[in-house]
């Protein structure tokens, strides 16, 4: 497991977490499982109905142990943000899911790196596999739409684009509950009809792995190396085994090279550039 973001460096961050009894009885299940996560960070606890939790100066009251892991985990991520100074950055993108196996291996690596990255899921496989759509958001990646059913947008009449980006959108927030924010068009392919259509900023991407060409993990690995910058927009898709193994090398690779991660839209705040709806980023870059 990647030691990059110890606990007990995401404790130095954030400032001592204490919670203190305020309530009574709590499910010993559940309190169990938070005492042993704190226990994990070396954080001495207690625990009862509400917590009072001190982070630094401030204090922050939650209701109950599903609020109290809540904040526990935004703590965790503001330090990890806190961390990326200096860092080279770069977002890690998916298309063409979600699919079981590969997604699954993907969200696993992504989780025991500590990174967090944006899917572009289309419509019909979101419909197909929803607990693995679900299981993207619950892990704290950026979910985004990828049309309907990969058709070319472009291509299409104004009323058959509205009905496809449409259906694409209303599937995904009923099932994840995300309201998308950004479209990738199908092939990177638009047009002043796509664009007014989807009434959403648009993302393409600056580096592309060929991982629907080449199934080859070896060539996916390299090629993320030679052509990784900062700002850089990578693409790969979470539906290819060969994309899941070489996910681990590249991000230890591209660590050690001094890059860090983050989704599509951190890395645009970031860089201090506003999405606009309508406009086309290929790359997030300052210069």
Excluded at 10 to 20: K, P, R, Y
Excluded at 75 to 85: G, K, M, S, V, W
Excluded at 104 to 112: D, F
Excluded at 171 to 187: K, S
Aim: proline letters at 3%; aromatic letters at 8%; zero cysteines.
């Amino acid at each position: 497991m990647n030691r990059r973001y110890p606990f007990v460096k995401v404790i130095l961050f954030s400032g001592v977490i204490l919670a203190v009894i305020v309530g009574v009885g709590i499910s010993s299940v559940k309190g169990e499982q938070v005492m042993a996560r704190l226990a994990e960070m070396g954080v001495k606890q207690s625990y009862d109905d509400s917590f009072k939790i001190k982070l630094g100066g401030e204090t922050i009251e939650v209701s109950g142990v599903d609020e109290f892991e809540s904040q526990v985990n935004k703590n965790i991520e503001q330090a990890e943000e806190r961390d990326l100074t200096g860092k080279k950055l770069v977002a890690l993108t998916f298309d063409d899911g979600p699919e079981v196996d590969s997604t699954r291996e993907i969200l696993e690596t992504l989780k025991e790196k500590q990174v967090k990255a944006t899917f572009f899921m289309l419509g019909i496989m979101v419909q197909r596999f929803p607990d693995v759509a679900k299981e993207v958001v619950s892990e704290g990646n950026e979910v985004e739409t990828h049309s309907m059913r990969h058709a070319n947008l472009s291509q299409m009449s104004w009323d058959e684009a509205v009905a496809d980006l449409t259906e694409a959108k209303q599937i995904t927030r009923d099932i994840t509950g995300v309201e998308v924010e950004a479209l990738r068009p199908p092939y990177g392919a638009t047009n002043d009809m796509v664009k007014d259509v989807a009434s959403m900023p648009m993302i393409t991407w600056s580096v592309d792995l060929y991982d629907w060409r080449d199934r080859d993990a070896g060539l996916i690995k390299d090629r993320v190396v030679n052509a990784s910058y900062d700002g850089a927009i990578i693409l790969m898709h979470d539906i290819y085994p060969e994309t899941a193994k070489a996910l681990p090398w590249i991000i230890d690779e591209l660590r050690e090279r001094g890059f860090e991660f983050v989704t599509v839209k951190e890395l645009a705040g970031k860089k201090g550039i506003e999405l606009k709806n309508g406009e086309i980023y290929r790359d997030f870059t300052t210069s």
